[in-house]
């Protein structure tokens, strides 16, 4: 029995939902502030399995990213990523690149910058060292013409844990 994701966007938050039947035709009311006909969302399995974290998943309709896009480039990009070489920081800066070129998400000013000294051959840990406190306060991807600072509305919606009935 499949787990559905749903995301409320007057909350930014994504709700798991458990259905009795595969693909369900109803859409169910935001658990927290009753918002009628929640946005389904392709859920982290369906992206490849993989999260980042607990809250990156689901993505509101005005984030920049076509899903299809998205799910096409982690698929692709996933054996490249195997393949890197640890002590080669610019095989990773050009990884993140082409996921950025394939999904259209723009880099944050300073996760642009941290990705052009990997380029340029500099060392991870000088750039951590370095930029870390700006990396904290600044979401990696932003909307197209966003500042990308935290709490602006390219942040990822959060997620509650709860399994709710569809």
Do not use: W
Not at 122 to 127: F, H, S, V, W, Y
Request: aromatic share 8%; proline share 7%.
């Amino acid at each position: 029995m499949p787990i559905y994701e749903y995301y409320c966007p007057d909350c930014h938050m994504v709700f798991n939902f458990f259905s009795k039947r595969i693909n369900p035709s109803a859409r169910p009311a935001c658990p927290k502030c009753a918002r009628a006909e929640l946005e389904r969302q392709v859920s982290a399995f369906a992206l490849g399995g993989k999260r980042g974290d607990s809250e990156s998943s689901g993505m509101p309709d005005d984030f920049p990213v076509d899903e299809r896009k998205m799910e096409r480039a982690i698929t692709e990009l996933a054996s490249q990523a195997e393949s890197i070489k640890e002590d080669d920081p610019r095989q990773a800066a050009n990884l993140m690149r082409k996921f950025s070129k394939m999904t259209g998400m723009e880099f944050g000013k300073g996760m642009d910058e941290a990705i052009g000294r990997l380029e340029a051959g500099d060392d991870p840990e000088q750039i951590e060292k370095e930029m870390g406190d700006l990396m904290e306060k600044e979401e990696p991807f932003v909307m197209a013409g966003g500042s990308g600072k935290k709490g602006a509305r390219s942040a990822p919606p959060v997620v509650d844990r709860t399994l709710y009935d569809l």
